[in-house]
């Protein structure tokens, strides 16, 4: 089965700074999703990028796809305490979907 | 559009005991998938229900069933619960089986 590995596990940045997270997979990506969550609630749609090479940008959020490398990267420009939370990436498997173990962002103020 | 919605917000029961979670899928979806998340872990696949029928099912026993509804809202039970069973459990909706996934708020089940 296709495992999802993330890093870093946890990162804690000052607020302005730009970070990255990557997510790796075991296997060939179809599809890769992201997701933000905030500590014990449910889980916000960030985006999905389905073709190798492929960018998306949301707000100060960009997460690009590179399907050689079978990984995809986040990263977030002038972070604030609002980008703070724990992050997710995700892949098709089937009908469902796996995910990494996420990454728990710390912004300070 | 109303997004998707879980009952109850916590829940609290005692070893060997059943449970039922609810979720009412985002309107117009016609496929719910139930994970459950340990603490520190990301969501693990249970079940997915489409048009009424389990439509895929994850490493998970058969203590765990599930339903779906005609108007596409889902129920989630768990028999002889364990104290393993404690997590953050989470609805998702779609559209249609490879669509992307919107998510409830959760229900965070605590097992004593």
């Known amino acids: 089965s296709q495992e999802l590995e993330q890093s870093p596990q946890s990162l804690i940045v000052q607020e302005g700074k730009n970070l990255t997270i990557n997510c790796t997979s075991s296997?060939?990506?179809?599809?890769l999703y992201w997701y933000k969550q905030k500590y014990g609630e449910g889980l916000i749609f960030l985006m999905m990028?389905?073709?190798?090479?492929e960018e998306k940008s949301h707000e100060k959020i960009t997460a690009k796809l590179d399907e050689k490398k079978q990984q995809s990267s986040l990263h977030i420009t002038a972070s604030q305490p609002s980008h703070a939370g724990i992050y997710l990436c995700g892949a098709r498997n089937n009908n469902d979907m796996r995910f990494g173990a996420g990454t728990r962002l710390t912004v300070k103020p | 559009e109303t997004g998707v919605t879980q009952s109850p917000t916590h829940l609290i029961k005692t070893r060997g005991q059943q449970v039922t979670l609810r979720c009412s899928s985002q309107?117009?979806?016609?496929?719910v998938s139930w994970y459950q998340q340990a603490l520190g872990q990301g969501p693990q696949f249970i079940f997915q229900?489409?048009?009424?029928?389990?439509?895929g099912r994850g490493n998970f026993p058969p203590r765990f069933s599930g339903l779906q509804f005609p108007n596409y809202s889902s129920e989630l039970n768990v028999n002889a619960l364990e104290l393993d069973d404690s997590a953050l459990y989470l609805c998702a909706s779609s559209l249609a089986g490879g669509e992307t996934q919107y998510f409830g708020p959760g229900t965070r089940l605590l097992v004593l």
């Open positions: 309107s117009g979806h016609n496929t």
């Open positions: 990028l389905q073709k190798g090479g």
């Open positions: 229900y489409y048009r009424e029928e389990e439509n």
């Open positions: 296997k060939t990506l179809y599809g």
